[in-house]
């Protein structure tokens, strides 16, 4: 059983920057790939990002690559998602995700979930 918690999110200018921070819980949190998604009102929750647990490679979504960096932190259980040159289309609840399974971007492939944190961007 896997626990996760986000914190970070928050109201920014556009062009702005955040950092999302996702705690996990769980001794084998390294073994698990660790995914952020979005959801915006009346659209479905989308992929944002990926990481590996053993060997930390990444994945993006087009809409986020060289704006968005995930990073881990195994010793600290915790996952992170840096935001930069924020858009008012990024606006969403942003989720995170672990998975048993490596290189999935559909949300079914993830096991547990996060509460969300809110990010909006104005114009």
């Known amino acids: 059983q896997v626990q996760l918690v986000e914190s970070g999110g928050g109201l920014v200018q556009a062009g702005g920057s955040l950092r999302l921070s996702c705690a996990a819980s769980?001794?084998?949190?390294?073994?698990?790939?660790m995914g952020w998604f979005r959801q915006a009102p009346g659209k479905e929750r989308e992929f944002v990002a990926y990481?590996?647990?053993?060997?930390?490679?990444?994945y993006y979504a087009e809409s986020v690559k060289g704006r968005f960096t995930i990073s881990r932190d195994n010793a600290k259980t915790t996952v992170y998602l840096q935001m930069n040159s924020l858009k008012p289309e990024d606006t969403a609840i942003y989720y995170c995700?672990?998975?048993?399974?490596?290189?999935?971007?559909?949300?079914?492939?993830?096991?547990?979930w996060g509460q969300g944190t809110q990010v909006t961007v104005s114009s």
């Open positions: 990481i590996v647990g053993s060997t930390t490679a990444t």
């Open positions: 769980g001794r084998t949190f390294s073994s698990y790939a």
């Open positions: 995700a672990a998975a048993r399974n490596y290189y999935r971007t559909r949300p079914n492939d993830y096991d547990y």
